[in-house]
T-cell receptor
Framework: AQSVTQLGSHVSVSEGALVLLRCNYSSSVPPYLFWYVQYPNQGLQLLLKYTSAATLVKGINGFEAEFKKSETSFHLTKPSAHMSDAAEYFCAVNTNAGKSTFGDGTTLTVKP | KAGVTQTPRYLIKTRGQQVTLSCSPISGHRSVSWYQQTPGQGLQFLFEYFSETQRNKGNFPGRFSGRQFSNSRSEMNVSTLELGDSALYLC??????????????FGEGSRLTVL
């Protein structure tokens, strides 16, 4: 079985500050890991994915994540937050091509 | 390339009715999956279809069903609606086949309200 835990349902940062959204996973086999972003009244959009190549993965909009097998983590970071980054972020794990398991999501608020 | 299209975007039903939601995947994508999103339960996997066959199924009652057509378009049906079925239903398509996990491309969702 696979599962995802996102620590912190709400994260608030100031514009220009570091963004850190935490994700820990549980999987009995090597996982594929994803971060998605959801803006209000929209579907989810892929930010980045880990598929067993490089452990440091770069995505869109300046986001990146590092896969740490020893810590079973895949935290999402961005050096400098922008107002447009305010959204809900979901971490997902996939070990079965047709089924992804999502975390509960983290709402990011960016203060001016 | 057109994205994933879901119809209708919004709908209101009453308890006991049934509803059908439609999803057109990105051209060339053979995998279509459905998710239910609610504030309390988050994103819950409903089922996934690949080449007209249900390949995976989540833990939802039999009132929730789906199908996929030869052109990869998919529909999901919910019968005997309950208040708790009010949710955003998201469809996602993917190129994934066999054991390879591909990224999901989501539609904007169908927001169902049950009164």
């Amino acid at each position: 079985a696979q599962s995802v835990t996102q620590l912190g349902s709400h994260v608030s940062v100031s514009e220009g500050a570091l963004v850190l959204l935490r994700c820990n996973y549980s999987s009995s086999v090597p996982p594929y890991l994803f971060w998605y972003v959801q803006y209000p009244n929209q579907g989810l959009q892929l930010l980045l994915k880990y598929t067993s190549a490089a452990t440091l993965v770069k995505g869109i909009n300046g986001f990146e994540a590092e896969f740490k097998k020893s810590e079973t983590s895949f935290h999402l970071t961005k050096p400098s937050a922008h107002m447009s980054d305010a959204a809900e972020y979901f971490c997902a794990v996939n070990t079965n091509a047709g089924k992804s398991t999502f975390g509960d999501g983290t709402t990011l608020t960016v203060k001016p | 390339k057109a994205g994933v299209t879901q119809t209708p975007r919004y709908l209101i039903k009453t308890r006991g009715q049934q509803v059908t939601l439609s999803c057109s995947p990105i051209s060339g994508h053979r995998s279509v999956s459905w998710y239910q999103q609610t504030p309390g339960q988050g994103l819950q996997f409903l089922f996934e279809y690949f080449s007209e066959t249900q390949r995976n199924k989540g833990n939802f009652p039999g009132r929730f069903s789906g199908r996929q057509f030869s052109n990869s378009r998919s529909e999901m049906n919910v019968s005997t609606l309950e208040l708790g079925d009010s949710a955003l239903y998201l469809c996602a398509s993917s190129t994934s086949s066999g054991g390879v996990a591909g990224e999901l491309f989501f539609g904007e969702g169908s927001r169902l309200t049950v009164l």
